[in-house]
């Protein structure tokens, strides 16, 4: 059985900080031994003794003066509201303590003193400032001359009332005046140390408002049309106008070129761009690259005739929309919660139709007939349409894509009639020149743009009981048109007669046919 003088031994031993292996090892008894011993509850005898201190004193050799006596009340004030024990101890070397670190941590520790660290300091303040707990004045002096009264003011009131992210823009300059690094920010806000680095970063540049102010400061490359119109310049040209050995644009090739043109843009955002645009990257080669190898010769004599082109001459941009059947189509169309559109697989069809148009580039007057056919003689049709309308005009152009029958020498044979002499003073018509579209070129045709717009607003959800009813409705659609950009002569885009998907001018960048319709 322990004597009382060895229960004690193992005590006061535990009280000190020791390990139970330590103990086993200083007083040879078991680690059950000391464990049991550790559990009684001290006897009275041992209590009025005095044998046995309590946890609020510290052990001390009998005859010897502690170096803290004296600083007790001061530190007792520390203690209850909760220290940093390097802070403490250089406030007490301040007033004559000259105990070391290791007798103030002793005594600390047999007090039940709570240790804070710094970080834990700079969050309670943090905290303190969040709930309310700390007043302006108090938040003022604290950070003294790194923020001046009124941004204080401002950024409490935004802490004490705005939303989360406004709030932790707020409260990270706050704790930064207070001194407190962007990593223990971070850490409090649960944000990043490089945002909260990013936000101190804008505070230094443009002040508290710079911060606080969300609304974006520019366009975002993705949805700038400068940036959108640079893509499509290089992407409607073959990679070999470029000096590429391929056949298809790839995108390191695309953010090589624009680098050197001095675009500065990322791959991603001219994915986005090309994305937005309604294609996709792998159907480059079908759709947005032309083939032609006199690609740059056409499209510099079409840019040559639209800046010179004079107030008694006109440019036509034509082409065909068909052959498309009437029956019952589908598109995106506003619907109700749990209704599904359904459109019959197979259908019988009322009737097909074509329609053959050509859009005068300079007042974005349309004139269209309906076709049997795509061929040579439905252009002759046009043709004399556009020199009988267009009576009293010294030239009109011609410009469409490359098919067939609109470079057929039947029609290339009527064209040199129609500009001799005699022809022209009999029926005062105008003379006749061509100007062709690259091969592959469709999205350069800005006639599709108008059939697109067409297409989404009277073709898309159609459901037409004839023939003869649709062609009323496109007929209606482009008199409408037509009766607007005489009343308000500019390029079209904004007035909703189709969503037309680009202005209806003559652009190398723009993207005029939808690939999906």
Request: charged share 25%; proline share 3%.
């Amino acid at each position: 059985m322990l004597k009382e003088k060895d229960r004690f031994e193992i005590r006061v031993l535990r009280k000190r900080g020791d390990s139970l292996r330590h103990i086993c090892h200083t007083t040879k008894h078991s680690r059950n031994t000391v464990r049991k011993v550790l559990a009684e509850v001290p006897s009275a005898e041992a209590i009025n003794g005095g044998v046995f201190e309590s946890q609020a004193t510290k052990v001390r050799r009998s005859g010897r003066p502690s170096k803290i006596d004296g600083f007790e009340e001061l530190i007792a004030g520390w203690i209850e509201q909760g220290l940093h024990t390097p802070k403490l101890l250089v406030e007490l070397r301040g007033r004559g303590f000259n105990g070391s670190a290791q007798t103030l941590r002793r005594y600390l520790r047999n007090s039940n003193a709570r240790f804070i660290s710094i970080t834990d300091q700079m969050k309670n303040w943090m905290h303190l400032v969040l709930q309310g707990a700390k007043t302006s004045s108090q938040i003022k002096e604290d950070v003294k001359d790194a923020l001046t009264p009124d941004m204080v003011e401002k950024l409490v009131q935004c802490v004490w009332t705005e939303p989360l992210h406004l709030r932790n823009r707020a409260l990270t300059l706050l704790a930064h005046g207070y001194g407190i690094t962007p990593g223990v920010i971070g850490s409090f806000l649960l944000i990043g140390r490089k945002t909260a680095r990013g936000y101190i970063s804008d505070f230094k540049k443009g002040g508290v408002e710079w911060v606080l102010d969300l609304s974006r400061k520019e366009v975002k490359k993705a949805r700038d049309p400068n940036y959108a119109a640079a893509v499509f310049k290089i992407l409607h040209a073959p990679p070999s106008a470029f000096g590429f050995n391929r056949t298809t644009w790839r995108m390191e090739d695309l953010h090589a070129v624009l680098s050197k043109q001095g675009v500065t843009i990322c791959k991603n955002n001219i994915q986005k761009i090309i994305k937005a645009a309604g294609y996709r990257f792998r159907k480059a080669r079908r759709v947005l690259t032309s083939t032609d190898p006199e690609y740059r010769e056409k499209l510099e004599k079409i840019k040559q005739i639209l800046a010179n082109l004079k107030g008694d001459e006109k440019f036509f941009s034509i082409d065909e929309y068909g052959p498309f059947s009437v029956k019952i189509m589908g598109g995106r169309a506003l619907t109700k919660p749990g209704e599904i559109r359904m459109i019959p697989e197979r259908q019988k069809s009322k009737g097909s139709l074509i329609a053959t148009a050509a859009l005068e580039l300079s007042t974005n007057q349309i004139t269209h007939f309906y076709s049997e056919k795509k061929n040579t003689v439905e252009m002759i049709r046009l043709l004399e349409s556009l020199i009988t309308q267009y009576r009293g005009q010294n030239r009109i152009f011609l410009s469409w894509d490359a098919a067939s029958w609109h470079a057929s020498k039947k029609f290339i044979g009527r064209v040199a009639d129609v500009n001799e002499a005699a022809y022209r003073a009999e029926n005062g018509t105008p003379v006749v020149e061509l100007a062709p579209l690259p091969s592959c070129a469709s999205f350069l045709n800005v006639i599709e743009s108008v059939f697109s717009g067409m297409a989404r607003a009277i073709i898309h959800n159609s459901d037409y009981a004839s023939v003869e009813v649709a062609k009323a409705a496109i007929d209606r659609y482009f008199a409408e048109r037509n009766e607007h950009f005489q009343k308000h002569p500019r390029r079209a885009g904004k007035k909703l007669w189709g969503t037309e998907r680009v202005e209806s001018e003559f652009n190398e960048a723009n993207n005029c046919k939808d690939p999906g319709w």
